[in-house]
T-cell receptor, first 115, second 112 residues
């Protein structure tokens, strides 16, 4: 019940294309769903996050779509650029009083954007 | 760049040794969480410290221990190192207001 499953494992997209990464979770108590971007040799950096009271959140070229009934959420990167080439992790946690907010991460997706 | 710093950047130890990793949290953050990231994997939660007390632990053995100091900086200690402990160790700090976790650059530990 603690798992977060992420797909695909790797993704190659042409510059200007749309990158789509999907995640599915099992624990319905999760109430916070962030996406992190990680470059080689660096720590994960928060990209965008969503809570289950909304179905979509957009920040610049990055959009999270959230489907509570299907227990799935996805990251869409519009107009993908070579600088977006990195590993992306979805995560889920349970926040609020009495909870640690520990993040359960997916396995990661390595994105390569070709010029 | 977050305000979370970690030291050292890299570390090489031999099996059976002990190691201490350090983390300084972002200003205003009183909660520090530690994660282990094996090569090609997502980070795995080790434990969290809040106001100098352990506040939750993942599936790691007792030889993984930690401390948090009054200035909210933290240490991760690993005793009796095993080859499988080779990984990137990440700390993340968060504030009581948002709960969003901000990661440091990590410490790369290699156990030979």
């Amino acid at each position: 019940q603690q798992q977060v499953k992420q797909s695909p494992q790797s993704l190659i997209v042409q510059k200007g294309g749309i990158s789509i990464i999907n995640c599915a979770y099992e624990n319905t108590a999760f109430d916070y769903f962030p996406w992190y971007q990680q470059f080689p040799g660096k720590g994960p950096a928060l990209l965008i996050a969503i809570r289950p009271d909304v179905s979509e959140k957009k920040e610049g070229r990055f959009t999270i779509s959230f489907n509570k009934s299907a227990k799935q959420f996805s990251l869409h990167i519009m107009d993908s650029q070579p600088g977006d080439s990195a590993t992306y992790f979805c995560a889920a946690s349970r926040e609020g009083s009495g909870n640690t907010g520990k993040l359960i991460f997916g396995q990661g997706t390595t994105l390569q954007v070709k010029p | 760049e977050t305000g979370v710093t970690q030291s050292p950047t890299h570390l090489i130890k031999t099996r059976g040794q002990q190691v201490t990793l350090r983390c300084s949290s972002q200003s205003g953050h009183n909660t520090v969480s530690w994660y282990q990231q094996a090569l090609g994997q997502g980070p795995q939660f080790i434990f969290q410290y809040y106001r100098e007390e352990e506040n939750g632990r993942g599936n790691f053995p007792p030889r993984f221990s930690g401390l948090q100091f009054p200035n909210y900086s933290s240490e991760l200690n690993v005793n009796a190192l095993e080859l499988d402990d080779s990984a990137l160790y990440l700390c993340a700090s968060s504030s009581p207001l948002s709960g969003t976790q901000y990661f440091g650059p990590g410490t790369r530990l290699t156990v030979l």
